[in-house]
């Protein structure tokens, strides 16, 4: 009696009524910017991925415009960066009318300005179906050709060049792929595509592929552990050799494939739930839990430097903005970072006043002199600080808003609305990502506003100040 070869059939469901084409039915679970073409990418549960670009009818977002406070007291300082923001610390810690002069500018409301958006309301341009299940992440991989990856609880790790409209499978895995990692945070807002990209599933497998050959080249499995499911990855942007992943373990594992060994190098043990999102660079780990803590670890020797508990429900997404400074260097130092949660609260966290070296800094000119006792003072006082964690957005804010992608209210305005009913499923903040003068969070919740913008605080004066 010969087998019969198993046959499988897949449909997909119509939109519902009234929504648009390309639209999304289901909530948006990742999203991604491309700086060249000034677009936003998202992913969602209805195996959709739709391109949105700035509707060229507007001209300028009147919420950020709103929001908008002007010029503060003293915001002409060279406050760009953290060194700049450390210099003016230790210049002027005795300085008594500077001091005064921000603490009024903060008293007075003035420090927390937005920086207005340099786009306007976005429109749907173009979509597709790639997924025939939920699309759990996506990761732009090359920017000039707009190509993405993503995975699926269909199982499969696919590829999609939106310029050429062609469509790639790199594998599968034997369950849900839950999360991608790829060192292009930089490269593929510049255009140069790299050609590792690695996927994580609740098969405890990690995957690594090449997207050039469209094949795998290396695996790691949890084997021996009952809960090894993969809900979180990232691989470092500088070094694409070292990969962390987080789940259900609590523990974050740190894998280098430059090692023979097909298990962890070294493992982070701090976090008491699951380990949802992760960022790796320049030897730090910036890790959100269901514990609902934030903490940044040094990979060198595996301690944890800061705990944040600035959030009170699982933190879900974190965000790290790619900046380029003077040195063709990103920000790797996560002297700022956003981090969503299960509420629904996005918060941005600034760092430039904390220096996270275990050395004190010394003055060239030798010991004892008074810019040295500067130092001393920032590495005693301000260095064992957690920085200044701003409110940027409440998701469950009852407004009105349009259709698909809405324009959120700056942190000010909060407080002009109310709050969901109890009754209603909060919207927590699946996605993070920062583009086009605005913030993007995406949720699962609704039924016509799964993406959002919000206005960017400007904290300079309040990390200064604190």
């Not at 939109?15 to 910017?33: D, E, I, K, R």
């Not at 050609?195 to 290396?218: E, F, M, Y």
């Not at 494939?257 to 701090?270: E, W």
Request: net charge negative.
């Amino acid at each position: 009696m010969s087998l019969q070869k198993k046959r499988t059939i897949s449909y997909i469901l119509s939109p519902n009524p009234g929504t648009s084409n390309g639209h999304h039915t289901l909530g948006v679970n990742a999203l991604q910017y491309n700086s060249l073409t000034n677009s936003l990418i998202s992913a969602g549960r209805d195996g959709l991925i739709s391109i949105w670009t700035p509707n060229d009818d507007d001209t300028e977002n009147p919420f950020a415009q709103q929001n908008h406070q002007g010029k503060s007291a003293v915001s002409d300082k060279n406050w760009s960066t953290s060194k700049g923001i450390k210099d003016y610390i230790s210049d002027n810690l005795e300085n008594e009318p500077e001091i005064l002069n921000l603490e009024s500018s903060i008293r007075s409301g003035s420090a927390l300005t937005v920086k207005p958006s340099i786009c306007s309301n976005y429109k749907l341009r173009q979509s597709h179906h790639l997924h025939l299940d939920w699309i759990n992440d996506l990761k732009l991989i090359d920017g000039k050709t707009c190509t993405v990856a993503s995975c699926s609880n269909d199982l499969s790790v696919r590829l999609w060049n939106v310029q050429t409209k062609s469509e790639a499978t790199l594998g599968f895995h034997n369950d849900y792929v839950k999360c991608l990692a790829y060192p292009g945070s930089l490269s593929s807002s510049s255009g140069a595509a790299n050609r590792i990209l690695v996927s994580g599933g609740l098969d405890k497998a990690i995957n690594v592929w090449d997207t050039n050959k469209t094949q795998l080249i290396q695996s790691y499995v949890f084997d021996h552990q009952d809960r090894g499911s993969v809900y979180s990855l990232a691989i470092d942007d500088q070094q694409d050799n070292l990969i962390v992943s987080g789940g259900p373990t609590n523990v974050i594992s740190l894998f280098d494939r430059r090692s023979s060994a097909r298990k962890p190098v070294k493992l982070l043990v701090g976090h008491t739930d699951n380990v949802r999102c992760l960022c790796i660079g320049d030897g730090l780990v910036l890790s959100g839990s269901s514990d609902s803590t934030v903490k940044l670890w040094d990979l060198r020797t595996t301690r944890i430097l800061r705990n944040f508990d600035m959030h009170e429900s699982a933190v879900w997404s974190l965000h790290v903005p790619t900046y380029e400074n003077g040195g063709g260097q990103g920000n790797h130092k996560f002297d700022v970072f956003y981090s969503g949660d299960r509420s629904g609260l996005v918060m941005k966290t600034d760092l430039r006043a904390c220096d996270l070296n275990d050395d004190v800094k010394k003055n060239d000119s030798g010991h004892g002199d008074n810019h040295n006792s500067n130092y001393l003072y920032l590495n005693d006082k301000v260095n064992k600080s957690l920085g200044i964690s701003t409110l940027v957005a409440d998701l469950n804010i009852n407004y009105n808003a349009e259709p698909e992608i809405n324009q959120g209210q700056g942190p000010e305005e909060l407080n002009k609305f109310d709050t969901s009913d109890d009754n209603v499923p909060l919207k927590g903040c699946l996605s993070i990502i920062e583009g086009g003068g605005s913030l993007w969070t995406s949720n699962a919740v609704g039924s016509n506003d799964y993406i959002s913008s919000w206005s960017i605080p400007n904290t300079d004066e309040l990390v200064v100040f604190g």
